[in-house]
């Protein structure tokens, strides 16, 4: 496979400080979250016993809601709702029993007419255990509208109700389904782009995994997984760790018992854990922006499948949002939420629009 090349799109310089506003943005909301701290000290006390999942599933869900609901309330994004179509589409599957996937279809009015539009496929966030497709709506028509690309919003379903692979597996069959019915969904079949945040990112890695393995990367343009999950760095000693690393790693030893059917017999399974897979299938990947942030509770694991990335030749961009934690560039009155954004625009325009 070739290698890509790279445009050199960015040059951004660590700051080693968070953003002033991004401070101010975590301090007004830890001041409103009871529910999350609560979560926090469940999960970090018993993230291996099982008689609490259900309180500790119960209370990340909750959680997420509340980001997802005080994100929605941005004017941008508001805007931007009123300036698409949305409709929804069911893909059938059958890996994990009959299930129809619901996809949200969200169409700029300026490319309602259009009959070759780029597709933006997307994996939302919640560690794969939480959230809802929906919910990740506002930043979506906001996406769609900035970067010009009708986006389809995958509501894959969660864990622990379902084990990995079958969650990947569902985003997977999507990706398949768009580009096999690119013609009658108004979509150029050469300009598709895949995509996913925080635990969304780690189900858009799996998928260019199984991709990969099965020689069909030559069906997406473009991959941007954002802050995504990557391996099973959290179980590793904390002491080494980055402050935020060593914040969420037993947050994210549980999330990942609980997306495991198997967690010892998985645990070098590229579908279990994406930064794991062989140099071999690596190589055949999409071509690739990866998109992190300084201060992400991912940072080590990503900057590693970027250096492996680049090395094989699959590797377009590799993002760091300076002076900003995971998730905040989500938020568009901040001022990494606006750097990120143009990031983006320039990316898809770059990479997948030309």
């Known amino acids: 496979m070739t290698r890509v090349t790279s445009k050199g799109l960015f040059d951004f310089k660590p700051s080693g ?71 929804e589409i069911s893909v059938p599957t059958s890996h994990d029993g009959d299930f129809k996937v619901p996809v949200f279809v969200y169409t700029p009015q300026s490319l309602t007419q259009n009959s070759r539009n780029a597709a933006y496929i997307y994996a939302h966030g919640g560690g794969v255990i939480a959230a809802t497709a929906t919910e990740s709506k506002p930043i979506l028509v906001y996406t769609a509208v900035q970067c010009g690309v009708v986006v389809f919003n995958v509501d894959y379903r969660l864990a622990p109700e379902t084990k990995s692979p079958n969650n990947i597996k569902d985003f ?39 991709l990969a393995q099965h020689n069909e990367a ?3 343009k473009l991959a941007i997984p954002s802050q995504p999950m990557v391996d099973d760095y959290s179980f590793g000693d904390p002491l ?37 897979v062989s140099d071999e299938i690596l190589s055949k ?21 970027a250096h492996r990335l680049r090395r094989a ?6 993002i760091v949002i ?26 898809i325009q770059e990479y997948l629009l030309d």
Not at 184 to 206: F, Q, R, T, V
Not at 313 to 318: D, K, M, P, T, V
């Open 17 to 87: 400080a968070l953003d002033e506003d991004v401070v101010e943005w975590m301090k007004n909301g830890a001041e409103d979250c009871g529910t999350w701290e609560r979560y926090v000290n469940l999960v970090n006390e018993h993230w291996d016993n099982s008689e609490y999942d259900d309180e500790i599933i119960s209370l990340y869900r909750e959680s997420n809601s509340l980001f997802f609901n005080e994100m929605s309330k941005f004017p941008e994004y508001q805007e931007a709702s009123r300036q698409v179509e949305t409709r």
């Open 240 to 276: 080494c760790m980055t402050v935020e690393e060593r914040y969420d790693h037993l947050q994210r030893r549980h999330a990942y018992r609980l997306i495991s059917s198997d967690l010892n017999s998985q645990k070098s399974c590229p579908l279990m854990f994406p930064g794991k």
């Open 172 to 210: 997977y069959e999507v990706v398949k389904y768009v580009s096999l019915n690119a013609a009658s969904l108004g979509i150029d079949p050469n300009k598709i782009c895949i995509a996913g945040d925080s635990g969304g990112g780690y189900i858009c890695l799996g998928a260019m995994v199984l």
């Open 313 to 318: 030749g699959r590797l377009l961009e590799y």
């Open 218 to 220: 030559h069906l997406v």
């Open 322 to 347: 300076p002076g900003a934690v995971h998730s905040s560039p989500m938020f568009p009155n901040l001022k990494c939420g606006k750097v990120w954004i143009q990031a983006m625009k320039k990316c």
């Open 285 to 305: 990947f999409p071509p690739t922006v990866l998109d992190s942030r300084e201060f992400d509770m991912f940072v080590t694991e990503t900057r590693r499948l």
